[in-house]
């Protein structure tokens, strides 16, 4: 296997390695509650740290990925991975939990961070746009995977920390593969200076997309990290919804170019709003096997949401360059991250409500999970009004025009 190949499927397997951390924990979060007692205000907080950490080592591994080079931000990753997954089995409680998912959340940022200059660095042309589509294609994928294999291990009655164990296994992997190799030199540093980013960044567009991308990443991540909780008890497999959703998005990525080419980054993304909002508002309302038709809807709204976000900011705010996509991707991971210990405090007082009504054990759970899911539908709800309006007002500016700063 050539160097170039070896850097490729590396940076493949530290993706997978984020996917796993995000499918597995989420899997785990009922054992996690039992285990320490945990409240599902204290679950928020836990599942918050895997989103602060992202942006925060995202937003500073681009800004200084020419200075320090993808090898250093990729060797953080590893010690960032490694330290987080031991310390979730080691913790002891709440506040060992809070540092080692900060640890995760860091580790998966410095691989955004550092894995997709890279191949561009490596590769041009064609080649370049097939296998960056492949590459992303692995954090819905390794979902689907992480989620399969919570499923079994928890049905074998196996704990959650061997499930977090099989965590380190695509982390070891990536840490063999990059060993020794020989890092790209990067290609584009006399690309858009930072100052010139920083203008395109102050205009009204760039602004009104990084507001609507706080609303598209809870949107997707929401009812994804939650639910473990939220569906336990509806009469559907929690983690067989889970691995629906993804392995969806993963197709859906796939075929995503032709769909964006017939319907514009802005078409798709209002198509993508009003799905969603359809997807949560059937979770909130039914059970059992249309559990799973909701999912289906639920996955055609939310996987075109992150990379036409991202997408619209490259090709209509194109001054904005690498770092404005790394600061609307980290807005949205920081939104998630404030916006989770509200959802868990949404859990806890649907559940002192319901128990005020009479209601018990998973009759309960039910009504305290889809009251939750109701009170999400406000975020894809706003949406199509934001992307509505981004519709018209695109479709009224010549292309050129579109996100140019004042001068």
Known sequence: MNNKLRLFYGSCFALITTAFSFSIRAGILPQLAETF???ATQLGFINSMWFLGFPISMVIGGLFYYQ???KRIMIFAFFAHTLGILLTIYSGGYTGLLISTLLLGLGNGCTEAACNPMIADSYSGKQMNTLLNRFHMWFPGGIVIGSLVSLGMTHLKLGWEAQIWIILLPTLVYAFLFYKQEFPKP????????????KAMATPLFIFIALCM?????????PQQWTGIIMAASGAEPMVILALVTGLMAVGRYFGGSIVGKFDQTGVLLGS????????????????????VAAIFFAIGVCYFWPNMIG??????PKSGALGMSIVGAMGMFSTSMWNPVIGRWIDESRVTAAANGLTGADLELAAGQETMKL???????LIVLFALLWFWVKRKPAQAVGQPAH
């Open 376 to 382: 999400m539908i406000i975020f894809p709800g706003v």
């Open 187 to 198: 290609q584009h540093q006399e690309s858009v200076s930072v100052v010139e980013n920083l």
């Open 37 to 39: 007692q945990l409240s």
């Open 312 to 317: 619209f900011v490259a090709e209509k705010i």
């Open 273 to 292: 709003a009003v799905f969603a909002t359809i997807g949560i508002y059937l979770f909130s309302t039914q059970t059992g096997g249309m559990a799973y």
């Open 68 to 70: 320090i080079g993808p």
């Open 214 to 222: 706080t609303l598209t990443a809870i949107s997707e991540f929401g």
